[in-house]
């Protein structure tokens, strides 16, 4: 059993800083690709940023420049700092894992809880 642990959200005045963590935990053979989504009220989830095993990163236009995705592959963990935060970025931050249990061996793709994290203006 695979199990992804958001930790980190919270309240935050407008143009502060949040770090949010992600740690993958069970029994797991590798971990591939791990990501940040979120979701606002009345909104779709989007992807906030995705980082490769070897580190390659992506990141959605409205959070480049503020926000760094970064990952520990011995840990199996995720990372999201936050900088310069707008109250846009209100939303739920879930974590998002590629990973391969040793289980079955099937790559699959697995959601934390969710954390909130708000901006107020």
């Known amino acids: 059993q695979v199990q992804l642990v958001e930790s980190g959200g919270g309240l935050v005045q407008a143009g502060g800083s949040l770090r949010l963590s992600c740690a993958a935990s069970?029994?797991?053979?590798?971990?591939?690709?791990m990501a940040w989504y979120r979701q606002a009220p009345g909104k779709q989830r989007e992807l906030v940023a995705s980082?490769?095993?070897?580190?390659?990163?992506n990141y959605a236009t409205s959070v480049k420049g503020r926000f760094t995705i970064s990952r520990d592959n011995a840990k199996n963990t995720v990372h999201l700092q936050m900088d310069s935060l707008k109250p846009e970025d209100t939303a739920v931050y879930y974590c998002?894992?590629?990973?391969?249990?040793?289980?079955?061996?099937?790559?699959?793709?697995?959601w934390g809880q969710g954390t909130q994290v708000t901006v107020s203006s």
């Open positions: 998002n894992a590629y990973v391969v249990p040793f289980s079955t061996g099937v790559p699959t793709y697995y």
């Open positions: 069970g029994t797991i053979q590798s971990t591939n690709a």
């Open positions: 980082i490769t095993s070897s580190g390659s990163t």
